[in-house]
């Protein structure tokens, strides 16, 4: 079911379904001697033994189930109350691979699109849409309808427009996320994609003002911004800043009602050799620096990329607060 917001009219509906997390770096800290650091979760000899008992007592769970069974028996859930089972899918094959556990063997291969690289990659089918200019005053095509398209029919026009018309075309976001079409009487106008923010981004750390402790508990309520297009065929003046400032008050609800927990701050990445981010400067959105142009599992100190402009957006006037606080 689609979430979808028109002007003046406030709807909200409820998405149960399963939201995968992606498989974080697992972190050993002095061997299995000492313990374990994976997404957040401390896992000790003792937890490790624990596993063992659990596959011993089920020789004919498969490695799925057995995940499943050690979240309900860890109470490992999301915030939203759904079993973290891609975690610790990750979490037991590390274990496995590094000799400490024995996994039973793989019972079926299922085709990961996220692993293909490149042209590997399965782009989206192209989907035609009314491509006439819309030359219009803002006014003239309100009512806007903000339409949550995630795991809807309308997710795959989303997913094409995208790899139609955006430069950086469609990546399939991993993690929370989120897509919104907006749409006039109708007809498709703009996209927007919201996931989970990077976990270390300098300048934007440095702003907020929180540890790396705390940042490693509370980066879940942060957003980022990561796709944000126009169609080129519409020529509307100040549209790009009115969605943004609808977005910032529609996103934390959605956000919430699908989440299960808020967010307080927004962030984007702005290419300053191709834009300069005005509709995010008029709808107050701050300049907080610059990347250092290293992808996020760089291990060198050379930039490997385009050094970005990072922008954010406050939720709340007390987010340094609420970000700062340990949960």
């Given at each position: ?67 499943k069974k050690l979240c309900e028996a860890w109470n490992w859930v999301q915030p939203n109350g759904t079993l973290r089972d891609m975690v ?178 927004l962030e984007t990445f702005i290419d300053p050799q191709r834009a300069r981010g005005t509709c995010y400067r008029a709808s107050n959105w ?42």
């Open positions: 079911m689609a979430l979808r917001h028109s002007a003046g009219v406030k709807k909200k509906n409820k998405i149960t379904s399963a939201y995968c997390v992606p498989l974080n770096f697992l972190l050993l800290l002095g061997g299995m001697e000492g313990k374990l650091a994976h997404r957040g979760r401390i896992v000790t000899d003792a937890d490790v033994a624990f596993i063992r008992k659990l596959i011993a007592k089920y020789p004919t769970a498969s490695r799925r189930a057995l995940s610790c899918r990750g979490l037991m094959l590390k274990l496995h691979r590094g000799g400490h556990i024995q996994l039973p063997p793989v019972r079926r291969v299922t085709g990961n699109p996220l692993s293909r690289r490149g042209a590997e990659r399965r782009k989206p089918a192209v989907i035609a849409v009314d491509t006439t200019p819309l030359r219009a005053t803002l006014a003239e095509i309100r009512p806007l309808e903000f339409r949550q398209v995630r795991r809807t029919p309308e997710e795959q026009l989303f997913n094409s427009l995208l790899e139609q018309y955006h430069y950086l075309g469609y990546t399939q976001p991993v993690g929370e996320h989120l897509k919104y079409l907006i749409c006039t009487r109708g007809r498709p106008i703009a996209c927007l994609a919201w996931s989970s923010a990077p976990r270390h981004l300098g300048c934007r750390d440095r702003f907020i003002g929180w540890s790396a402790e705390v940042r490693r508990t509370n980066i879940r309520f942060l957003c980022y911004n990561t796709r944000y297009l126009i169609l080129p065929f519409v020529e509307v003046a100040n549209l790009a800043s009115h969605i943004l400032s609808r977005m910032a008050r529609l996103l934390p609800v959605d956000w919430q009602c699908i989440y299960g927990h808020p967010i307080y701050f701050q300049v907080l620096g610059r990347t250092r142009g290293l992808g996020k599992d760089s291990r060198s100190t050379t930039p490997n990329r385009s050094i970005k402009e990072v922008l954010g957006y406050p939720l709340s006037k007390s987010f340094r607060r609420l970000l700062s606080e340990l949960r």
